[in-house]
């Protein structure tokens, strides 16, 4: 079985050309918009980009927009878990937090993840066992020592429970840290935590293809997470990531 170093190489161009597909304004047209969500065109341009180039590892792929097998997630098998353009809304309205992901799993297990930021020309490689690499330098994460002091990360998914009892869940679980960030991609939010310039992340029901490269990152990092299923749907999880395994506890 090959190695998922042997896939870094192919997983960060093709990531880079897909961020160049959309930097450059892939079809700016809308899809779908629901109360809560938006999908566009450049959704399916970007992951149609990312298949065609995965192709030749003959590994099978999930996305969000073009599915995928949910039992791989239970087997020993090497597969792709692939968000073409996380933080769509954000790239419908130009805000700058959107972003390629690119997920390497093995069953259960991040292996590898690429996170290219091309509006900030930022591209994140984890390789657990190896280490993060932000544009190809290597990185150690500058995480604070007390939760007194640490920024979380969080968001809404689309179909996120708003309701009085939820939200005030919510507030209890965020509320502990010293600085609360939302920025509308889930996939670059890990990405901070595994830099180092936040410190850690929660959401309740996630997809997989939202988080797996920011996992695989993490875990690079020396970090810590739990994804614990849902049940609403399958690949969907509530899920804490961390600098330090006891604030994965919630």
Partial sequence: M??????????????????????????????????????????????????????????????EELGGDPALFESRELYWVVDPLDGTYNYLRRQPATCVSLGLMRGPEPVLGVI??????????????EGTFVNG??????????????????????????????????????????????????????????????????ESGTNLWDVAAGLAIIKASGGYYRLTPTGKRPLNYDLWAAAREEWTRG
Avoid at 116 to 129: E, R, S, V, Y
Avoid at 146 to 175: H, N, W, Y
Avoid at 190 to 197: C, F, M, S, T
């Fill in 2 to 63: 090959p190695s998922p170093a042997s896939f870094k190489d192919l997983a960060l161009a093709t990531a880079l050309a897909a961020g160049d597909l959309l930097a450059a304004g892939a079809q700016m047209k809308v899809n779908l918009s629901t109360d809560d969500d938006v999908k566009m065109q450049a959704d399916v341009d970007s992951e149609t980009l990312v298949r065609e180039r995965l192709k030749s590892t003959g590994l099978p792929v999930i996305g």
């Fill in 116 to 129: 290219h930021d091309f509006t900030a020309k930022k591209t994140l490689l984890g390789l657990p066992g």
């Fill in 137 to 202: 330098r290597a990185i150690r994460p500058g995480w604070v020592a007390d939760l007194k002091d640490a920024c979380i990360m969080t968001g809404f998914p689309a179909a996120a429970d708003k309701s009085g009892p939820a939200m005030e869940l919510f507030v209890r679980q965020v509320g502990r840290y010293k600085k609360i960030r939302m920025i509308g991609s889930a996939a670059l939010a890990l990405a901070y935590v595994g830099e180092g310039i936040a410190d850690a992340y929660y």
